[in-house]
């Protein structure tokens, strides 16, 4: 099972994501390491996850206003190595090449992540990964609604290799993770690497996940509570 560490950023700072409630968000605290500065916790997280890939959820883009571009820039360089997966709200590919513009030539790194709950019309959907073959796609639900003006749900053949089970009301909940929806979604596109999102407790939540198809997830709320020791490279 592949570990993607997240963060949630919120005003230039790192917050904790509970059930998908923005207006909730705090700034983190962590076990990890003091403070929510995004570089230092972006640093933390890739070394305890051995992992070369971070997820970043930009929640003032999400949340109408504009993106962190500058907080973005700073942590790939910091991170030269990076694959840096950014949900910035994109409605479009234009969207998403619009802040590549601001941050410059790091977001050659930049994997955008096109989520159902911002994509408006199929027509984006399909654009999208035309444009950005290496792009992600979220499919995102709550409370058993899926977040999908555009239909991405019901359109597979239009679905990127990759692409996440986006739980939102699990995020933050030590609920567990959404297996039903991951079996069922691997069960219409069997050749998608299905990325797990919200949930995740320990270990053997992970286990199961794997049993269930998953090829990696997203994880931020146990790492920090230190529920999920060191990965080994």
Known sequence: MILIPVIDLMQG???RA???DRKSYRPMVSSLCAGSDPVELARVLVAHCASNRLYA???DALTGGAAQAE???T???ALPALEFWVDAGFAGAAAADALFDRIGAEAGRIVPVF???????REALQRCFERHPRGVLSLDRRDGQRLDPAGCWDAPQLWPTRVIVMTLERVGADAGPDLETLRELQSRASAAQLVGAGGVRNPA???QAA????HAWLVASALHDGRLPPARD
Request: no cysteine.
């Open 18 to 20: 509970v059930r998908g």
């Open 115 to 121: 989520a159902s709950e911002s994509l408006p019309t």
């Open 75 to 77: 942590i790939l360089q």
């Open 211 to 214: 049993a269930a198809g998953a």
């Open 13 to 15: 700072q790192v917050v």
């Open 71 to 73: 907080v973005l820039r």
């Open 205 to 207: 939540d992970l286990a």
């Open 57 to 59: 959820a930009d929640l």
